[in-house]
């Protein structure tokens, strides 16, 4: 057991060959016996974060806690960045789990008539997120090309957010460095991206080394912060044992910082949706609008969530217009809405003919890689979407016109169902070809 404790710890060490090395003797473990193996289960989620964006998870320790739960398929998702794609791959084919890799970016919709309506960004009119599904291994290198000068304009927002945050902690002797304490904790220099995560957490980091975990960190964020915590956030910081505490942390000044701390992306970091939508479908990915849904209250609101509108109020004029640029995917979370906003996307969907994705959104500890779903026909569902999305990928990597989404794809196949079993099927080819 020790020996499998010190492989698991090296799957977050900085090498990446060092990871995979351990990926590798663990999996040599299981194939021995030495290591009780975990059956597959009917148990998908496409939307895992890594360190390359904002995640405690690196690519090979995600791929290991796939299989830990026994995802049948999971998917690596990092915000401007597909540095730790192929060490996905990589990882997962060892381990008997099927990847699927993509990338978030957002998406500028201001020379649309979305221009000045809120999409599913808390913090920017006209800009939405975007997660991209399905890359095929061999347009990696190209969305890299993409997403450089995008890392480098936030780059130069970043910095100015860290200074606005300085600001407001001025008096508290607690002043970030950006290079020295953001930049570190990142995977930059691999060509990851920075987050306004990065520079919380490391804000986080500071008031730890300066009041300790416990009652020191929770006096100053609720007297001199005035920060009302919740019941379980409150225990959560309280507990100076808790070994996950910063993420803990940065969860709450999230809630206190973000909107104050908030520089607007301008073009170059949020390119326009009419030039990026057709570009991501040329080169065989399938871009998704994520829908958030108005944030209502209750037991589905998350923990760092206010009570918010968000696109609901101009929904079908959303789609139509996005579809009119060549989306044809949506993803979303249904464990987070309401029963009527779901039936509501699904209804939308199903009009528009977009192809619909489900992914947990992990990038945190405590976020579990299961996803949870309303019913059982609705877990059904999404692992064959998720299916279908994988046999998009093998097909796509031979010819990206061969993708889900493509016109000559459409043509067809113009029933979704019909196209979703078709590319279901080769799921087979893909398991067969990394065992």
């Known amino acids: 057991m020790k020996q499998v404790n010190e492989l698991i710890k090296k799957l977050n060490c900085d090498c990446k060959e060092e990871r995979l090395e351990a990926v590798r003797k663990l999996s040599e473990l299981i194939a021995e016996g030495k290591l009780p193996a975990v059956p597959r289960k009917e148990e998908c989620n496409n939307h895992v974060h890594s360190q390359f964006s904002f995640s405690p998870y690196s690519p090979s320790m995600?791929?290991?806690l796939a299989y830990e739960n026994g995802l049948e398929v999971c998917g690596i998702i990092d915000h401007e960045s597909v540095a730790g794609c192929r060490e996905f791959i990589e990882a997962c084919k060892m381990l008997g789990v099927v990847p699927t890799i993509g990338f978030e970016v957002r998406l500028s919709c201001e020379q649309t008539p979305m221009?000045?309506?809120?999409?599913?960004?808390?913090?920017?009119?006209?800009?939405?997120?975007?997660?991209?599904?399905?890359?095929?291994?061999?347009?990696?290198?190209i969305v890299e090309e993409f997403l450089q000068p995008i890392r480098k304009a936030r780059e130069k927002r970043n910095r100015n957010m860290t200074e606005k945050v300085?600001?407001?902690?001025?008096g508290y002797g607690i002043e970030l460095d950006f290079d020295r304490d953001v930049v570190s904790i990142s995977k930059w220099s691999q060509g990851g991206s920075v987050t306004e995560r990065h520079i919380l957490y490391a804000l986080a980091l500071q008031m730890i080394e300066k009041y300790g975990q416990g009652s020191g960190v929770v006096g100053f964020v609720e007297r001199e912060l005035s920060i009302t915590l919740t019941e379980k956030a409150k225990g959560y910081l309280m507990d100076a044992e808790?070994?996950?505490?910063?993420?803990?942390?940065?969860?709450?000044?999230?809630?206190?910082?973000?909107?104050?701390?908030?520089?607007?992306?301008?073009?170059?970091?949020t390119p326009d949706?009419?030039?990026?939508?057709?570009?991501?479908?040329?080169?065989?990915?399938?871009?998704?609008?994520i829908y958030i849904g108005d944030i209502r209250g209750g037991a589905n609101t998350p923990d760092d969530r206010k009570i918010q509108k968000f696109e609901d109020d101009h929904l079908e004029e959303l789609f139509e217009c996005l579809a009119s640029y060549g989306l044809r995917a949506i993803s979303y979370v249904p464990s987070r809405n309401d029963m009527d906003q779901v039936v509501r996307i699904r209804q939308l969907c199903r009009k528009y003919g977009m192809f619909e994705i489900c992914g947990e959104d992990i990038n945190q500890p405590r976020q579990s890689f299961i996803?949870?779903?309303?019913?059982?026909?609705?877990?059904?569902?999404?692992?064959?979407?998720?299916?279908?999305?994988?046999g998009h990928e093998f097909l796509a990597e031979q010819d990206l016109s061969a993708s889900f989404i493509s016109?000559?794809?459409?043509?067809k196949f113009p029933n979704l169902d019909e196209r979703m079993a078709y590319y279901k099927s080769f799921k087979k080819n893909v398991e067969e070809g990394r065992k």
């Open 166 to 170: 300085n600001q407001m902690m001025k």
């Open 115 to 141: 221009k000045g309506k809120r999409l599913n960004n808390q913090d920017q009119l006209s800009v939405g997120y975007f997660p991209v599904h399905g890359l095929p291994v061999q347009s990696i290198d």
């Open 407 to 411: 016109d000559s794809t459409i043509e």
């Open 371 to 390: 996803c949870t779903h309303k019913t059982d026909a609705d877990r059904n569902f999404f692992n064959n979407s998720t299916r279908a999305l994988v």
């Open 273 to 289: 949706v009419k030039t990026v939508l057709p570009f991501l479908n040329r080169i065989g990915c399938i871009p998704t609008y």
């Open 242 to 269: 808790n070994d996950i505490y910063a993420y803990d942390l940065t969860n709450v000044l999230k809630g206190y910082f973000s909107k104050a701390m908030y520089v607007e992306a301008e073009i170059e970091e």
């Open 62 to 64: 995600i791929a290991w």
